[in-house]
């Protein structure tokens, strides 16, 4: 089955060290099936692109304003990522909402930029341990994606990944179980179909993060409920996440 591996490499490496990543990555991911998209720092697209364009592999960034452009010094607008053949977006992730104050209303302004300048967007949402051990963790998450999605058309979610990122197992080593990573996906999917249609519900893509290594990755890819993988720690060593991407899964 036809997975999306994604990579955040978060604020890791220098453009330097991304030459050797993505010409390695390239050459060996050749015959995979899986979508590939790959989130490096801004610095580094120019970089990428020598090697990815002609390539299956896509580009991806870890941020976008939501303003178009303007007064907004240290920003990166979606056009500027259109222009620098950036295709995906990340919006929502857990470390710009806990450590620069991201709120869902923000996110919701976004993903409506990334989407109105041709961006696609993967839409990081998750509970903390809190949240989760006062069995809140659905409500929690269902209330991120109504937020997030506001104003979102169906059509438009073609263009849009859900990433489940439950922000307990963000770089702690310790993934959700299977059976979490399952009922979640379903009560997704459930969502969705509750806002659009339940053929929205069914295609929507949804992909899990948090601690995914090169060890468990095989099994929590593999579940069928799943579209795929978005990846921290494990992304950032080339020989491994190439063994992730030309998985059959
Ligand atoms: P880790 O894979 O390092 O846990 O990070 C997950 C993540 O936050 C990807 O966006």
Known sequence: MKKIIISNFKMNT????????????????KGS???????????????ANQFFEGSKISLGAQN????????Y???????????????????????RRSRFKETDKLINKKIKTA?????????????????????????????QLDDALKGIYENELESLIIAYEPIWAIGTGKTATIKDIQK???????????LYTDKAGEKI??????SIDINN????????????ALIGGASLNVDNFTVISKENY
């Open 184 to 194: 979640m996906v379903e009560l997704l999917r459930k969502e969705i179909s509750y």
């Open 33 to 47: 099936k899986n979508k590939i998209i790959i989130c490096p720092p801004f610095t580094h697209f120019a970089v």
């Open 14 to 29: 220098t453009p330097s060290e991304m030459k050797n990543y993505a010409m390695t990555l390239a050459t060996k991911t």
């Open 64 to 71: 976008v304003s939501d303003a178009e452009s303007g007064t």
């Open 73 to 95: 010094t240290g920003e990166i607008s979606a056009s500027m990522l259109k222009d620098s053949k950036v295709e995906y977006v990340i919006v929502g992730h857990s470390e």
């Open 205 to 210: 893509n949804i992909v899990y993060g948090g």
């Open 115 to 143: 989407l109105a300048n041709g961006l696609k967007v993967i839409l990081c949402i998750g509970e903390n341990l809190a949240t989760r051990e006062a069995k809140e963790a659905g409500n929690f998450v269902k209330k």
């Open 217 to 228: 990755y095989k099994k929590i890819i593999s579940l069928p409920c799943l579209n795929g």
